[in-house]
């Protein structure tokens, strides 16, 4: 079979004819150190390619680096994320409709006036989509001067006025179906005969 797998041609064309025999006589340990070999002969072209996509790779590399680290490290961020519209909507009890939706309005009040002048028209409802839009608000910060850190704190402002308009929304829809609405008191021989489905009760 060594005989039969010496090409004139060159050693990558005889170690495949070598692949091949030992495949089709089932010879294991041959097969294997011919494409062991087979593999070294194409190692050249193989660091060729690496080395032209070297800058793609280690681009690559570092970016799975800092998703990593910033899932494993929540305290990477330069900016603390606010939480003000979830503290508000905890303190929701059903009859503070009206008096947290003020709160919640000064809060959004607050929060654009701080914004810098390039975000001031933007639409906060962009920012909690995520994605480009993102990127886009970072670089528009960017080239009006604004340093890394302010560019993540008028982002992060931006999400909180959208996570606080919902809550105000929210709350104007509650206060507008529960308005006029009295919860009657019934009995507990109503409530049986409500529940059993028998007429009775007026």
């Known amino acids: 079979m060594w005989n039969r797998a010496r090409v004139k041609t060159g050693s ?24 062991n ?8 072209v193989r660091t060729a390619e690496e080395r032209a996509y070297h800058q793609k790779y280690a681009f690559l590399r570092h970016c799975v680096d800092m998703i990593n680290f910033r ?6 961020r ?3 994320l606010p939480n003000s519209a979830v503290s508000l909507a905890s303190q929701f009890t059903g009859s503070n409709s009206s008096q947290l939706q003020k709160r919640v ?15 001031s028209d933007t ?15 970072i670089s528009r910060c960017r080239s009006h001067g604004l340093t890394m850190a302010e560019c993540e704190r008028a982002v ?12 105000h929304a929210r709350l104007a829809s509650y206060t507008t179906h529960t308005e006029g609405v009295e919860d009657k008191c019934y009995t507990k021989r109503e409530l049986e005969l409500m529940i059993s489905g028998e007429s009775g009760c007026q």
């Open 78 to 80: 330069r900016v603390p």
């Open 71 to 76: 899932k494993a490290d929540n305290r990477s």
């Open 105 to 119: 309005q000064s809060h959004i009040d607050d929060l654009t006036a701080g914004l810098p002048s390039c975000l």
């Open 123 to 137: 639409d906060a409802s962009l920012v909690a989509a995520g994605g480009s839009h993102t990127a886009q608000l």
């Open 37 to 44: 070999f087979e593999r070294a002969c194409w190692r050249s």
């Open 156 to 167: 992060c402002a931006l999400s909180e006025i959208a996570r606080l308009r919902t809550l």
């Open 12 to 35: 990558l064309q005889a170690l495949a004819q070598l692949n091949r025999l030992s495949r089709r006589y089932k010879i294991e340990k041959v097969q294997k150190l011919s494409a």
